[in-house]
Antibody
Framework: EVQLVESGGGLVQPGGSLRLSCAGS????????MSWVRQAPGKGLEWVGR??????????EYAAPAKGRFTISRDASKNTLYLQMNSLKTEDTALYYC????????????WGQGTLVTVSS | SYELTQPPSVSVSPGQTASITCSGD??????VSWYQQKPGQSPVVAIY???KRPSGIPQRFSGSNSGNTATLTISETQAMDEADYYC??????????FGTGTKVTVL
């Protein structure tokens, strides 16, 4: 059974930093393509970025609001995905979900329960 | 940037058919997925690659995609189908894009 468990959310001041973690199990983490998706309170879903695992290495892609401020990485030895968030803004306040593809190739086939990030002074 | 537009809300009577549209430029040239999100829960894939249903999703859920519009249809709607629904597609300029979301109310 695929499980994704996010952690690391909390309250941070504008301009601050936070690192989210996502512990994965039940799938081959080292070859998985994984994404972060966020949802502001009462709002819709927004893709943040993804990490692609390829034989030649790992690559990352980001949505426009995350470029230059957020960094996705992983530690395959710990089956953990990270989202390093810097220069946080109030508009980054959201529930952050970790997702991975399912057996059908759907990039958002599995979701964690999310971790809440609140950016406020 | 690429945008996907959905109606904010759709109301349907139990046993009737609900149709949720998702509009985007040349959307028919892309694969569309649909996600169901119930209050306090994480989203779940309801339809992927326009019309395929994951295991565990009832047959009353179906999808289509042509031109600039994709449609999620829920036949014989039940109270348990009350949720928010989001379409999603991949665009070469914006990567993954989610629709604005539709709240389905079963009256």
């Amino acid at each position: 059974e695929v499980q994704l468990v996010e952690s690391g959310g909390g309250l941070v001041q504008p301009g601050g930093s936070l690192r989210l973690s996502c512990a994965g199990s039940g799938f081959t983490f080292s070859s998985a393509w994984m994404s972060w998706v966020r949802q502001a309170p009462g709002k819709g879903l927004e893709w943040v970025g993804r990490l692609k695992s390829k034989p030649e290495g790992v690559t990352t892609e980001y949505a426009a609001p995350a470029k230059g401020r957020f960094t996705i990485s992983r530690d395959a030895s710990k089956n953990t995905l990270y989202l390093q968030m810097n220069s946080l803004k109030t508009e980054d306040t959201a529930l952050y979900y970790c997702t991975t593809e399912d057996g059908s190739g759907n990039p958002f086939g599995y979701w964690g329960q999310g971790t809440l990030v609140t950016v406020s002074s | 940037s690429y945008e996907l537009t959905q109606p904010p809300s759709v109301s349907v009577s139990p046993g009737q058919t609900a149709s949720i549209t998702c509009s985007g430029d040349k959307l028919g040239d892309k694969y569309v997925s649909w996600y169901q999100q119930k209050p306090g829960q994480s989203p779940v894939v309801a339809i992927y690659e326009d019309r395929k249903r994951p295991s565990g999703i009832p047959q009353r859920f179906s999808g289509s995609n042509s031109g600039n519009t994709a449609t999620l249809t829920i036949s014989e709607t039940q109270a348990m189908d009350e949720a928010d629904y989001y379409c999603q597609a991949w665009d070469s300029s914006a990567s993954y894009v989610f629709g604005t979301g539709t709240k389905v109310t079963v009256l």
